[in-house]
């Protein structure tokens, strides 16, 4: 294997290049390096679902593909760039990240930012709502920083609760 050390967590690889899993400093904020499995691509920013318990393989597929989300703990981090199925690379578990949304422009500063409905993306859970009725196959991101760019259709997040 090649150095763990992380140069550049936004690259991909097409063989891995670090333990599987294993997680990574990099700027201030970690990152777990994964393999993308099933045939959705990832864009920065996506969010990406466990394909298995160990969190060693991802998926953008909401509804599954072949091999995943797992049922219960479907986030395990978001892309640091461009993703190709198949490909190895880093995705971020902690720190402030910018999270593709669901586009429902409605994301404010302080609400609960949890996986969307849609492959690769989150929505949101409004912060006078009570996180006890989340529905348990969704997983919590972190919390919103600002509201979300309309535009872009992205947010920034303060991740929480992914490594």
């Not at 140069?7 to 970690?30: A, M, W």
């Not at 959705?40 to 597929?61: E, K, L, M, P, R």
């Amino acid at each position: 294997m090649a150095s763990s050390v992380i140069t550049n967590p936004t690259g991909e690889d097409t063989d891995p290049q670090t333990t599987l899993g294993s997680i990574h400093l990099y700027n201030g904020k970690l990152y777990r390096y994964i393999k993308l499995v099933d045939a959705i691509d990832a864009v920065a920013g996506s969010v990406v679902f466990a394909a298995n318990a160990a969190y060693t393989q991802g998926t953008c597929d909401y509804t599954g593909g072949a091999t995943g989300p797992i049922t219960g703990v479907p986030c395990i981090g978001i892309a640091a760039g461009t993703i190709t199925a198949g490909k190895y690379a880093f995705v971020q578990v902690s720190g402030v990240a910018t999270v593709n949304t669901d586009g429902d422009d409605d994301i404010a500063a302080g609400d609960i930012v949890i996986t969307g409905a849609a492959d690769g993306v989150c929505e949101s859970v409004a912060s006078a709502s009570s996180a006890l009725n989340i529905d348990v196959y969704v997983k919590i991101i972190g919390t919103a920083t600002a509201a979300d760019d309309n535009t872009a259709n992205t947010v920034t997040v303060k991740l929480k609760g992914l490594i």
